[in-house]
C-alpha cells in the first residue's frame, strides 16, 4: 500500500524569505506571509513549485518558530496539522488547538512566567533600546519564550546575548540564527512536538517522514525525521560546508 509521505518543514528562510535576501526582485504574486512592518515574505519559483508539489502529494506540516498569530498572516494554503511557537503549539487540521499537547505548554509556562518577565526587566534597563526589538511571545495569553532582533548589526547583537546568557545561566536554552536570538524553555521544542505528531498521524512505521529546514536549531525536529532537506546557503548549509572535504570534492 503507498502512503504518502509526512513533511515537516520549517517556513522562513527554508520555504519563503523576506525580500531583502532574495537575489532578485520577489514576484508580487508569489507573496507568502503579510508582515505588519511591510517586510513581506516571498517564495521564488523554484520554491513555490517545490511547495505546489509537496502541497498535493504529501501531508504537509509547517513547524515555525513563528506565534499562532504571525502564522495566520502567512498565505500558503496549509490544511493539515501546524506546529507553532517553536512546538509550543501544536494547531489540528480543523484550526483548533491540540488540547492535550497545550495542556502540557500550560504547565511549562506557568514554571517559567516570572522567569521571563525578569529577563525582560533586565533589558529594559540596560538596552539601548533604540538599537533593540524585544518581546515575550505569547500563546493564548501564555508567556512562551523570550525573543530579541537587533536593529543594527549582528556584532551588536552579539554583546546583548552575552549579557542574557549571564542573566539566563541554564535555566533557558539559546536559539540563535543572524539577527534572531530566543530563550526558550528547555521542555518546549519543535523536536518534542514533531515527535508527538509522528505518534499520533504516522500510522506505520513503512511511511516515508521528511523533515525540512535553514538552521542549526532545526537539526533536532530534522533529525526524528527519516530524511533531512537543507535549502543551499542556509545557516545549517555553511555549517556543513566547513567539514573536511573527502574524495574526488577534496582533489578540486
Known sequence: MTMSPIVFTD???????????????????????????????????????????????????????????????????????????????????????DPEWFDRTRKISAAKSEFLESIQNVVTERAQASQLRHWIVYEQQLPIYYCVKSNGDEVWLDEQQSLLDEVVGDQLFCHRNG????????????????????????????????????????????EACQMMVVPSGSQTHNALDTLPKRGADSAR
Not at 514533531?194 to 532545526?218: H, N
Request: aromatic residues 8%.
Open 179 to 222: 539577527n534572531n536570538l530566543a530563550y526558550m524553555p528547555h521542555e518546549i521544542s519543535k523536536r518534542s512536538a514533531v515527535e508527538y505528531l509522528i505518534q499520533e498521524i504516522a500510522e506505520s512505521d513503512r511511511r516515508p517522514i521528511w523533515g525540512m529546514g535553514d538552521s542549526l536549531t532545526d537539526l533536532p525536529f530534522m
Open 11 to 97: 517556513l522562513d528562510d527554508t520555504l519563503f524569505q523576506t525580500a531583502g535576501k532574495m537575489s532578485v526582485d520577489p514576484n508580487p504574486q508569489l507573496i507568502a506571509s503579510h508582515a505588519t512592518n511591510g517586510k513581506h515574505s516571498y517564495m521564488n519559483e523554484a520554491q513555490s513549485a517545490m511547495f505546489n508539489w509537496l502541497n498535493v502529494t504529501t501531508r504537509l506540516i509547517p513547524v515555525t518558530a513563528r506565534s499562532t498569530d504571525a502564522l495566520e498572516r502567512c498565505v500558503l494554503p496549509f490544511s493539515d496539522y501546524k506546529i507553532a511557537s517553536n512546538g509550543a503549539v501544536i494547531l489540528r487540521e480543523d484550526g483548533t488547538l
